[in-house]
């Protein structure tokens, strides 16, 4: 599986931004996206999953419930991390990645596979 994120860019407080990660090689059936951001100086931290299959449920960190939001369109076999109300302290380089199997997991090395990250600067 093959994954590459974009989208990235400078937005003012308040503003929305919408990552795309394009998936390619493998057809996704079991799996789950999940979307990662690493800020300055910072670790790795979880923001939210999705299921691809099974409904396309998804899970968040309680910071991004009210705020991002995760969907996807199997057509074109992209998953989306749609942010809104951007804060300042949002302000990482986000990945996406993907693990086999159906479970939501936070920690980052239980992913498999992972894109370059887009940078994504939130201005005061």
């Known amino acids: 599986v093959q994954l590459q994120a974009f989208g990235g860019g400078l937005v003012q407080a308040g503003g929305s931004l919408r990552l795309p990660c394009a998936v390619s090689g493998r057809t996704l059936r079991q799996h789950v996206m999940g979307w990662f951001r690493q800020g300055p100086g910072k670790e790795r931290e979880f923001v939210g999953a999705m299921r691809w299959s099974g409904g396309g449920s998804t899970y968040y960190v309680d910071s991004a419930k009210d705020r991002f939001t995760i969907s996807r369109d199997i057509a074109k076999n992209t998953v989306y991390l749609q942010m809104n109300s951007l804060k300042p302290e949002n302000t990482a380089v986000y990945f996406c990645?993907?693990?086999?199997?159906?479970?939501?997991?936070?920690?980052?090395?239980?992913?498999?596979?992972w894109g370059q990250g887009t940078q994504v600067t939130v201005s005061s």
């Open positions: 990645a993907a693990r086999e199997g159906n479970d939501f997991y936070t920690a980052h090395d239980r992913y498999h596979f």
